[in-house]
């Protein structure tokens, strides 16, 4: 039985508790202590800290997946990195061996509890830990070309063309409704700038990306996703989105997430690390430690900066844009100059990626 004290349970709680209960039963497990919630979520996603027989995991439910598709390609391609050593924290299986419980309509899973600390740019180690976050990619992507399971596939629709297209709409529509006129102004100049630029870049990769090296990628590889140790990454999580893609396009997010924003305990938004553009220093360090790894394919380093014409717009609306998308609340409390800033940021990317479009290759080449 779950061991919570009797003083902390209110009459809706019991009923929380039985269903727990039930829970942890479907996986087989009669004697447990619950350690509390893993961290702030919604109240609609349960995530907390378990004991079971002295090993802790992560009591969750199962994460959303892309248009409620099947979840059998991931449980198999995480069982198979695991295989090739990469620190994947294991699932516990349930009483009928899936890595997953269904109790009413709901879905759980119980997630190995991933020791280790969060990565943090302002911590001493950051550099040698973007080594380590890069060759660790590296790692999964080598991995990943040997893999022999079932091509996991996202419909047409959703491919990388049409997702940075819907963020674009998105970002207009916001444009259209703000009623803070310098706001809106600056997100529409945004979106125009993105809008020019983004037929050419997915030209010359539908031309140049021919032959460049397709396999199942991790899908969301950043540092919330990635844990630390004195001997480097020991744990990678969150591979709810992986899927068959080109790998440039992973590498281009994970030098955007690990040379471009500034990842600090407390914050709520993920903010620019400098004033324009990458971190130098940062992307450096990242590429060549990823090309150590896994070198670039004849043609594929030319197209890096095109790659990440298409990924910025996505991964900006998700971090350093995200409470003007979706926390209006928080938009209203946040001075307009701070987000004046950040758009002020956004708005200059497409000229810096075009001042160092050949340096970037490079980095990755010389490696």
């Known amino acids: 039985m779950d061991e919570l004290g009797a003083e902390q349970r209110e009459d809706g709680a019991h009923e929380d508790l039985l269903d727990l209960n039930e829970v942890m039963r479907a996986f087989g497990v009669d004697t447990w202590q619950n350690r509390g919630p893993l961290e702030p979520s919604p109240a609609a996603s349960l995530s907390l800290l378990v004991d ?13 997946v892309m248009l409620e598709e099947d979840s059998g390609h991931r449980y198999a391609f995480q069982a198979y990195l695991q295989q090739e050593g990469i620190p994947i924290p294991a699932l516990r299986m349930s009483a009928a061996g899936e890595p997953f419980v269904m109790v009413g309509e709901e ?32 790692r999964i992507h080598q991995a990943s070309r040997r893999y022999t399971g079932h091509r996991h596939q996202w419909p047409s629709e959703v491919h990388m063309g049409g997702i940075v297209q819907g963020y674009l709409n998105l970002a207009r529509s916001r444009a259209e409704t703000n009623e803070i006129q310098a706001l809106s102004s600056a997100l529409a100049q945004w979106v125009e700038q993105w809008e020019v630029l983004l037929p050419p870049a997915m030209m010359s990769i539908g031309a140049g990306g021919r032959g460049i090296p397709e396999f199942h990628i991790h899908g969301d590889y950043h540092p919330l996703n990635l844990r630390f140790g004195s001997s480097g990454v020991t744990a990678v999580m969150g591979l709810e989105a992986s899927r068959w893609e080109k790998r440039i396009f992973e590498v281009a997010y994970a030098l955007f997430y ?7 305990p407390g914050e709520k938004l993920t903010r620019p690390l400098v004033k324009r553009g990458f971190d130098p220093e940062r992307a450096r360090r990242f590429l060549k430690a990823y090309g150590e790894v896994y070198p670039p394919e004849r043609g594929e380093a030319a197209l890096l900066a095109d790659a990440l014409l298409l990924v910025a717009p996505i991964a900006t609306v998700n971090g350093p844009l995200e409470d003007l998308f979706y926390d209006r609340e928080m ?16 708005t200059s990317l497409p000229a810096w990626l075009t001042r ?12």
């Open 52 to 64: 079971i027989q002295d090993e802790r995991y992560v009591l969750r439910e199962r994460p959303e």
């Open 107 to 138: 879905y759980f899973e119980l997630q190995q509890w991933s020791t280790g600390e969060q990565f943090v740019s302002s911590n001493p180690r950051n550099l040698d830990w973007i080594n380590s976050a890069a060759a660790m990619l590296g």
């Open 258 to 264: 690990f040379s471009a924003l500034a990842w600090l």
């Open 331 to 346: 938009s209203e409390e946040t001075p307009i100059d701070d987000i004046l800033e950040r758009l002020s940021w956004a």
């Open 356 to 367: 160092v479009r050949r340096s970037l290759p490079e980095m990755w080449e010389d490696a």
